[in-house]
């Protein structure tokens, strides 16, 4: 998917509904020039990150984002994780800073339109490695996709999934009785696998949470932190009679028999934050969070 073509695809985005009351222009016309630094800009298309955008086209001059070497990304949490799969999709990576135009914005910086080249050039760059899903339905079709964020398997009727959990080929839990259970990596672990009550795990940790949802049997397994280099097999048991659907972020897989997670360790994305606002800090302080 080209980068420009991000906004037209399917997205689901935090979206803030309401318009900002922009700045003042630059002032400093050598800051208004981002075209020539390589720096592209994206929007989501929802108003608020529409608004701002023109904004910032009235402010800047930027380079076409096809070409562009790094990208300003406007928008929420959904939007960054849409156009951060567009460029494991198309192969290519190029470091992201985010402005939140959504609700949460944990992947984004602060909506700050001034002195954009400055922030930019001061960034600190943070690596994230996607986990990679090969999903086996029970029809035999075999679907393989990163996540960046996690990777869950969610029952789809009203009776609870049976699932057989395997660490690098040893089967850990024969059955697990569940709604569900996923696999997080650092960079996801404040979002679905939090909400599971899974374990925040350090940015810098190289380790993967492996975290059930609304677990039947056993009942006081509340997960495990596993090392990233592991492979994690869930083999749907029953699949017929409690159909089972894997997601890998925002892409869903429909009546699986067996989904197997790595760690893509070829392929990486980079994130640029605002040093008080890098995204390894903001997990490490999720956990004293209240």
Known sequence: MPYADVGQAPYRDSGAGHFIAYGAAVTDPNDRDLASTGIGLLASPTDAAQAAEKSLRRRYQWADAADATSLVVIGGDGFMLQTLHAMLDAGQSKPLFGMNRG???????????????????????????????????????????????????????????????????????????????????????????????????????????????????????????????????LRVLEAHNRPVSAVADQFEVRDVAQVDVTLDRDRSLTLLFDPEHALDERIAMEQFTT
């Not at 914005?105 to 002195?115: A, V």
């Not at 339905?137 to 990777?151: D, Q, Y």
């Not at 839990?173 to 569900?180: R, S, T, Y």
């Open 103 to 233: 609700t949460v914005g944990f992947l984004m910086n602060e909506w700050k339109p001034d002195r954009l080249a400055a922030r930019i050039a001061g960034a600190k760059a943070i690596r994230v490695a996607p986990l990679a899903m090969r999903a086996t339905t029970i029809t035999g079709e075999t679907f393989v996709r990163p996540a960046i964020n996690e990777i869950s398997l969610l029952r789809q009727t009203r009776q609870t999934a049976k699932i057989e959990l395997s660490v690098s080929d040893r089967v850990v839990m024969p059955e697990l009785v569940c709604d569900g259970v996923l696999v997080a990596t650092p960079a996801g672990s404040t979002a679905y696998n939090f909400s599971a009550r899974g374990p925040i795990l350090p940015l810098a940790a190289k380790m993967l949470a492996l975290t059930p949802i609304a677990p039947f049997r056993p009942r006081r397994w509340t997960g495990a932190i596993l090392p990233d280099d592991v492979s994690v097999g």
